[in-house]
């Protein structure tokens, strides 16, 4: 193998790339089917079939009607491949072409280029251009990530925080230690002495003595 094999390759490779773009852009099967129906009805009429030493001529007094037809029909299909936005005037005329021949030109030439005209003209009509791919919008009433709509994801939670310290991020308040057990700095708390106890007054239920202390 030469050096030059696959930079070969490549090429046809990208020929062949090109060519399909051109033709996914036009109605090229139906030019090609009219094309090839307009050929055997314009050359039957004009055409002598040999058989041993008898020659069968197969010309008809529309041999001038029929190589009409069929030039009408190549110049059609032609024109499918580069004026694809006469399609559907090239398609209704090979139709009616392709009926046309079959009185005028042998049945339109033993039925080969009559049925070839009918399909491509069918093809041409029905063919239309492709649109190019849109965009899906995003679905309504979804957020980001799949939460619901106003709502913002929730943040994921960090492993690194450990107990009794504040998260990264945070700012952390002064520590107001609480009481314990009922005690502060060894003596009862607020929350546990008994009523009276810090009643200076000596007003209380529990000494009854109407306000005053009790002398001696």
Partial sequence: MSAETP????????????FRAWRGARPFWAGLF????????AYFPYANLQIGHLTLAMSTTAGAGSL????????LGV??????HVRVFAGVAAILLALVSIPVSNLGGFLIGFLFALVGGALAVSWVP????????PLEGKGTDGAPEGVAPAAPADDTAFPGFPE??????????GPRGGMDDGEP???????????????SPANGANGRHSAG
Avoid at 34 to 41: R, T
Wanted: net charge positive.
């Fill in 189 to 203: 708390s607020q929350g546990f002495m008994a009523p009276g106890a810090h009643d200076l007054s000596g007003t």
């Fill in 7 to 18: 930079a070969a390759a490549g090429q046809f490779t990208r020929r062949r790339l090109q």
């Fill in 34 to 41: 009219v094309a090839l129906g307009g050929l055997p009805i």
């Fill in 68 to 75: 009409i037809i069929g030039v009408l029909l190549v110049v």
């Fill in 168 to 177: 990264p991020g945070t700012q952390a308040g002064p520590a107001v230690p």
């Fill in 79 to 84: 024109s499918l491949w580069f004026q694809k």
């Fill in 130 to 137: 492709g649109e190019p791919p849109r965009t899906e919008p």
